[in-house]
């Protein structure tokens, strides 16, 4: 299975936003330049994101993004099917009806044995990811830091975190 690059992007930039201050808001573009990324790109996921209702959306001038939920509530396959959506990854299109030869009626009469395998590993994959919040992975990120990652990050912030009292 392959995700798009905007789950990455998506998912760093839920973590960067459990950094802001209770007040705190960062910019699509902010977001983009910390990691580097097209902020035209990440702004369509930054929107799934909201839509979601993962992130808060505060426009204007001075608006940006901040968590919508406590980093706790948000797992990764929240982020996953706000970006890629909720559709399986395996879609069985029945190709064993199609074909010179197909298989008669009476065959099909139970599910595609592929498709119920397929169905079962994304069953799986998606339990695994539901499992996994962005508390959870921040907390793994700040254990393993020597310090470094949290100075990039308040610096970062310290230049671009924008303040609101909404």
């Not at 905007?6 to 960062?26: D, F």
């Not at 573009?29 to 799934?48: I, N, T």
């Not at 044995?113 to 169905?119: E, F, G, P």
């Amino acid at each position: 299975m392959k995700l798009s690059d905007g789950v990455e992007q998506a998912i760093h930039s839920v973590a960067m936003l459990t950094a802001l201050s209770e007040e705190g808001l960062l910019s699509a573009a902010a977001l983009a330049e910390y990691h580097g990324v097209s902020a035209s790109y990440l702004l369509k996921h930054m929107q799934a994101l909201s839509g979601a209702g993962i992130v808060k959306t505060l426009s204007g001038p001075k608006g940006g993004y901040r968590l919508a939920r406590a980093p706790s509530s948000i797992t990764l396959l929240d982020i996953v099917l706000a970006v890629e959506g909720a559709g399986p990854a395996f879609r069985c299109n029945e190709i064993r009806r199609r074909g010179p030869n197909p298989l008669p009626p009476h065959t099909l009469t139970r599910p595609c044995n592929i498709n119920v395998a397929m169905l079962r590993a994304e069953q799986a994959y998606r339990a695994e990811l539901r499992r996994v919040t962005i508390a959870d992975i921040v907390a793994e990120v700040v254990e393993a830091d020597d310090g470094s990652i949290a100075a990039r990050s308040c610096a970062f912030l310290e230049m671009h975190e924008r303040k609101t009292k909404s």
